[in-house]
């Protein structure tokens, strides 16, 4: 823009934000520490004058506003600083609950969009009864049937026919329940096949809304995270979530995540048959 367009668009921009702060002229005066007379210079119709970098900095301070937003750099009129501390929110997660609100609110706010989904064991909505009670048993502010009726209202979630869920997952997580190793050490070795075959099924019958693909640990690595359409996304810490609002952060992190499509060792429309294939060879260990 030229100089007076830039001036233009000044007046109006200065005009609408002394307007929502409620704030007199008088009273914008007195607050930024300026003549009431500069004020009106710079708001009458026609004229070209911007003020200089001080008295800019004045205006701004005291109208809680970004001073590339008036000037027509930017879109956004908060402050810088504010801006940046909104860019990334720290939410608290309810640790021992297997859905908690926020992800209950985001998958609502996401109805109609694709939501992609790198869990940080097995997918929530499609485990079973067993593996959340033997998850939560030892926290007994949440009971397993409580948890139990959370998943289950988030698989009706994914069966509605506007819902798009798409799950990537390491091979690797998988062979490791499977042979019970690490924290599902304790876990029955049925209570694991039970919840293989139950994830096969899953597979079968929710395909191709929700789309599980397998990919190796050893040629890559995720944390684990959700993204909601183009509109948030949730990085897991374990007791917090960085979220992210929409932007260049949510596309980097749908990169990363179509990377581990693109590379999966197992596509979603074999899932199926793996898990039935690793539920064959975990019996057969068994004996």
Known sequence: MDKR??????RKRLGDAILQSGLSKSALADKAGLDRSAISQMLKEDSTTLPNGHSLALLCQALNISSDWLLGLADDPRPSSQVLEQAVELTPSQRWHPLDKNIIRWHM????????????SLPTPMKTSAVINYEFDIHPSKTADQAQIITDEQLSFFRRPESELEIALSQQTLQDFAEGNGVWRGLDIKDR???IEKLSEYCKELYPGVRLHLYD??????????VFGHMRAALYLGQRYFVFPKGERVFALIRHFDELVRGACVTSDNTAQWLENLAIETKKNRV
């Open 193 to 195: 096949l039970e919840q």
């Open 5 to 10: 367009q830039t001036a233009i668009l000044f």
């Open 217 to 226: 640990g050893r040629s890559f690595y995720s944390s684990p995270i959700l």
């Open 109 to 120: 706010e996401a109805l109609g969009h694709k939501i992609r989904y790198i869990p940080s």
